[in-house]
């Protein structure tokens, strides 16, 4: 079945730079993702969702960008902290009732102080 | 509290015995739903409930598996006869509205279930 994927497996970057997560997805009739961060021995907490009839969203140092020609999903974090050192899943809707939703492999994010 | 809660954050059994997995979803959320997580990967949907209805079970790898939610709050996931590839974490989540509403999921930490 369709699913979500993510290109990097493994992120490593400096305390203090930016970090770009990338998700790719295949459904075309979602209309909903979410970015979760999943530390070890804890449940994915969210971070930030966006709908599809946005591009872009901000929070707190992240923004997730979506861009519906290409099915691409992505996180940026600014100013990475050693705290945001977690696994990252994105995660469609995948437009059915119930809003199940369908989880990538994950991006392990590692912040180098 | 305010978060997902669930019950027992460990548990190990044997193989062939029948496991119970509690979830007590965050007061209010309409709509619940259980996830099971491989080491190393992303949840995988299992089932999901609004109020007491079990709307999709379309995840549930087998009929030994079963969920119920009988009053719309508490729900219990069963594994009878359990097996080693029944190994993993199991995850509660929750949310406000109901289908359609495209509200964030809130996760339990999970129960990670062992079976020898």
Redesign the interface.
Known sequence: GESVGLHLPTLSVQEGDNSIINCAYSNSASDYFIWYKQESGKGPQFIIDIRSNMDKRQGQRVTVLLNKTVKHLSLQIAATQPGDSAVYFCAENNGNAGNMLTFGGGTRLMVKP | GAG?SQSPRYKVAKRGQDVALRCDPISGHV?L?W?QQAL??????LT?F?NEAQ??KS?LPSDRFFAERPEGSVSTLKIQRTQQEDSAVY?C?S?FWG????????????TRLSIL
């Open positions: 997902v709509s739903f996830y190393g990967q992303g949840p995988e949907f999901y609004q709307l999709d995840g995850l989540a949310s289908a359609y509403s495209n509200q964030p999921q809130h996760f339990g930490d999970g």
